[in-house]
């Protein structure tokens, strides 16, 4: 299985709700990322936090990272319609200077 | 100009044939990534290269080979391509980093492959 698993699968919410992702993962890591993904194009980084970090702020992102759980989430506040997208946590598996992808979040914005 | 550029963006081919996907990248990193998109499957590692002598394979290196002709180019081949290699292919470069490990990924546009 992958060594990193996103939930939930699908996430639909109304425009000015916050958007919460969730993101679990098998094996030490070093870092995790987040990306984000509009149909079809290629992926765009959005944050990175560090092994030894907890929490994270970019603009309206948080992420969360709870080593003792081996899980990570991805709160967006007052989402908007454009942030629609699939939403992906990659873990930096420690000593193999690569990352493993999840299977991402599909988020869709009604406005 | 994008930083990370794939060649071709779509190619629709036969079952046997021979393809080449490229990538070519400006922003003078070291690594270079070819992932396989799949719906539902999220992104995997096909191969990744840390300079032009180094080629590593991934989890799902088998039916592909990769070629780094220079820091700046990492080019995917499938030598007889079949229908299951249908799939968005992305590449990926990024810098280096003894403290974090794996940085940001800089991802190109991605060029999507059927095989009849």
Not at chain 2, 40 to 45: A, N, P, S, Y
């Amino acid at each position: 299985s992958q060594q990193g698993e996103e939930d939930p699968q699908a996430l639909s919410i109304q425009e000015g709700e916050n958007a919460t992702m969730n993101c679990s993962y098998k094996t030490s890591i070093n870092n995790l990322q987040w990306y984000r993904q509009n149909s079809g194009r290629g992926l765009v980084h959005l944050i990175l936090i560090r092994s030894n970090e907890r929490e994270k702020h970019s603009g309206r992102l948080r992420v969360t990272l709870d080593t003792s759980k081996k899980s990570s989430s991805l709160l967006i506040t007052a989402s908007r319609a454009a942030d629609t997208a699939s939403y992906f946590c990659a873990t930096g598996i420690q000593g193999a200077q690569k990352l493993v992808f999840g299977q991402g979040t599909r988020l869709t914005i009604n406005p | 100009d994008a930083d990370v550029t794939q060649t071709p963006r779509n190619r629709i081919t036969k079952t046997g044939k021979r393809i080449m996907l490229e990538c070519s990248q400006t922003k003078g990193h070291d690594r270079m990534y070819w992932y396989r998109q799949d719906p539902g499957l999220g992104l995997r590692l096909i191969y990744y290269s840390f300079d032009v002598k180094d080629i590593n394979k991934g989890e799902i290196s088998d039916g592909y080979s990769v070629s780094r002709q220079a820091q700046a180019k990492f080019s995917l081949s499938l030598e007889s391509a079949i229908p299951n290699q249908t799939a968005l292919y992305f590449c990926a470069t990024t810098g280096t980093s003894a403290v974090i490990g794996t940085g940001e990924l800089f991802f190109g546009e991605g060029s999507r492959l059927t095989v009849l």
